[in-house]
T-cell receptor, first 110, second 113 residues
Framework: QKEVEQDPGPLSVPEGAIVSLNCTYSNSAFQYFMWYRQYSRKGPELLMYTYSSGNKEDGRFTAQVDKSSKYISLFIRDSQPSDSATYLC??????????FGAGTRLTVKP | GAVVSQHPSWVICKSGTSVKIECRSLDFQATTMFWYRQFPKQSLMLMATSNEGSKATYEQGVEKDKFLINHASLTLSTLTVTSAHPEDSSFYICSPGQTYEQYFGPGTRLTVT
């Protein structure tokens, strides 16, 4: 079993839809949870950062962390074609190495 | 967020030659630098971790004599791919390990012909 599981998709939605992306993990010691957006041939761009459990909202993006279920989610409201990218979840314990999900490829169709 | 640059953004080289990739943290001092490799449609794979002024720590399966990392200053780290082969063609990304949320450079695409 991988330490971080993420469905690679691809996921295709119409413009304006609500997108739900998620990851599960096995290491209960993870405390820091991140979501990155990566456009083709570009480095990952940090979207959301959450410490421990809870919700965090930033514009159209909402990140949720449920440590009891070892499950994290990223919601994108009113999705736009410019949101088309690969979304990577990542997590870490303290200063240890970060662990990445496989990335989910999202396409938002006009 | 942190500003990280990489140079070059894309390089094509012939098999057997060496290529140097530079990574600069522009707005803070990076005592630790992570180097990742990413193959098409795959996630990031950690290659090595370097600390300023000391030898890098390589992940299992990564040849330290092939992928030379130098972290001589707090703002510059370099990765040199020596005697490159076509299988080394990949996307190389650096990441200063300064903050918990971790930021990444824009990446360098290496194509070995």
């Amino acid at each position: 079993q991988k330490e971080v599981e993420q469905d690679p998709g691809p996921l295709s939605v119409p413009e304006g839809a609500i997108v739900s992306l998620n990851c599960t993990y096995s290491n209960s010691a993870f405390q820091y949870f991140m979501w990155y957006r990566q456009y083709s041939r570009k480095g990952p761009e940090l979207l959301m950062y959450t410490y421990s459990s809870g919700n965090k909202e930033d514009g159209r993006f909402t990140a949720q962390v449920d440590k009891s279920s070892k499950y994290i989610s990223l919601f994108i409201r009113d999705s736009q074609p410019s949101d088309s990218a690969t979304y990577l979840c990542a997590m870490r314990e303290n200063n240890n190495d970060m662990r990445f999900g496989a990335g989910t490829r999202l396409t938002v169709k006009p | 967020g942190a500003v990280v640059s990489q140079h070059p953004s894309w390089v094509i080289c012939k098999s057997g030659t060496s290529v140097k990739i530079e990574c600069r943290s522009l707005d803070f001092q990076a005592t630790t630098m992570f180097w990742y490799r990413q193959f098409p449609k795959q996630s990031l794979m950690l290659m090595a971790t370097s600390n300023e002024g000391s030898k890098a720590t390589y992940e299992q399966g990564v040849e330290k004599d092939k992928f030379l990392i130098n972290h001589a200053s707090l703002t510059l780290s370099t990765l040199t791919v020596t005697s490159a082969h076509p299988e080394d063609s990949s996307f190389y990304i650096c990441s200063p390990g300064q903050t918990y949320e971790q930021y990444f450079g824009p990446g360098t695409r290496l194509t070995v012909t």
